[in-house]
């Protein structure tokens, strides 16, 4: 097989059957892969391709598609395989970039719920790729005595959470260095948490920068506190 149509006829069979697992005829491929010619002059072609055993009819007033030696024929003279090496490494890497983002998601939420678990308090983390953050054990917090008798100030610790935009430009703002740091009430800086504490870090997984750290009332067990958040930090950036 020489003649150049042919060639593109016999790939735009092969194209057309691998997206859509359907009989291809002529004006299908007129109409799709813009060929310049008449039906007849493609009906040709096909008929040529058929005799040379690269296609065939597989039922009667059906379309065409490939056979062995058409597929071979087009792995081995026609496709273009330096542009589908290029959209496979396109397409790798920006499926290992969504597993490095998934995999650090997991790890954060592991983290997040044994720093909930260690400390009793509410933990939270940012999120990679995302203006959000997300927490759990805010139970915990809210069932503090200092909460139980203050509704507002319980409000106020879900209002921080909700509004999750505003709670990472605040966590961006601290003065944050690799060690875990607390703010103790009025240090903090959103007015809604001057009734707590918060101890946070900032940890680097997998090429994404974040925070993660815990809430709290004022009364709380600062060094152990720090301590935990650091030793999830570490565990996080160990992964």
């Avoid at 589908?84 to 490095?100: C, D, F, P, S």
């Avoid at 900032?202 to 815990?214: A, Q």
């Amino acid at each position: 097989m020489t003649n150049e149509r042919k060639q593109e006829v016999l790939k735009a069979i092969v194209k057309h059957f691998v997206e859509t697992a359907e009989p291809v005829g002529s004006n299908t491929i007129i109409v799709r892969y813009d060929f310049h010619v008449s039906p007849a002059t493609i009906r040709n072609d096909m008929a040529s391709l058929e005799d040379e055993g690269f296609i065939y009819q597989p039922h009667t007033s059906a379309g065409r598609i490939p056979t062995d030696s058409g597929y071979r024929k087009y792995i081995e003279e026609i496709a273009d395989i330096e542009k589908a090496r290029e959209k496979a490494i396109t397409v790798l890497h920006g499926l290992q970039a969504g597993h490095k983002t998934e995999k650090a998601k997991e790890y954060l939420h592991d983290g997040v719920q044994l720093l909930s678990r260690a400390t009793k308090m509410a933990s939270f983390a940012t999120v990679p790729d995302s203006k959000r953050t997300f927490y759990l054990g805010l139970s915990n917090v809210l069932r503090q005595p200092e909460f139980l008798q203050d509704a507002m100030q319980a409000s106020q610790v879900l209002e921080v959470f909700e509004k999750s935009d505003n709670f990472l430009n605040t966590l961006k703002s601290l003065d944050l260095e690799d060690t875990a740091r607390a703010f103790i009430g009025d240090e903090n800086i959103l007015p809604q948490t001057q009734s707590c504490s918060i101890v946070v870090a900032k940890y680097h997984i997998h090429g994404f920068d974040g925070y993660v750290g815990l809430l709290g009332p004022k009364r709380m067990d600062y060094p152990f506190n720090i301590a935990m958040v650091e030793q999830v930090k570490q565990l996080l950036e160990q992964k």
